[in-house]
């Protein structure tokens, strides 16, 4: 079992930054799937950004590429999502979702995980 826990959600103007944390507990995450979604007010939830079990590239959404940086530091079983630039429509409650034997193809669907934190809120205001 992996116990996941999101810290620094909050409220921050447009153009400013965040730091999302990811704190596992139970079990080791360097080899597995780590990945944030995010659920906007009365929207689906959707894939932001992800590694691939312990692959150091990160998979980005295509609205977040160039804003948002997804890292790990192992020895903290934690991974970040820094999001800088950010606007209005990144409003909504952000996720950190785990998986140990996803295959490649699903890691941006959020049916194809089992772990999942409890969410944080993240508002941007225009």
């Known amino acids: 079992q992996v116990q996941l826990v999101e810290i620094g959600g909050g409220w921050v103007q447009a153009g400013g930054s965040l730091r999302l944390s990811c704190v596992a507990s139970g079990r080791t995450i360097s080899r597995t799937t780590v990945a944030w979604f995010r659920q906007p007010p009365g929207s689906e939830r959707e894939f932001v950004a992800g590694?691939?079990?312990?692959?150091?590239?990160?998979f980005y959404k295509d609205s977040v590429k160039g804003r948002f940086t997804i890292s790990r530091d192992n020895a903290k079983n934690t991974v970040y999502l820094q999001m800088n630039h950010l606007k209005a429509e990144d409003t909504a409650i952000y996720y950190c979702?785990?998986?140990?034997?996803?295959?490649?193809?699903?890691?941006?669907?959020?049916?194809?995980?089992?772990?999942w934190g409890q969410g944080t809120q993240v508002t941007v205001s225009s």
């Open positions: 979702a785990a998986d140990e034997t996803l295959i490649l193809s699903s890691v941006r669907r959020h049916t194809a995980y089992d772990y």
């Open positions: 590694f691939f079990r312990s692959n150091s590239n990160g």
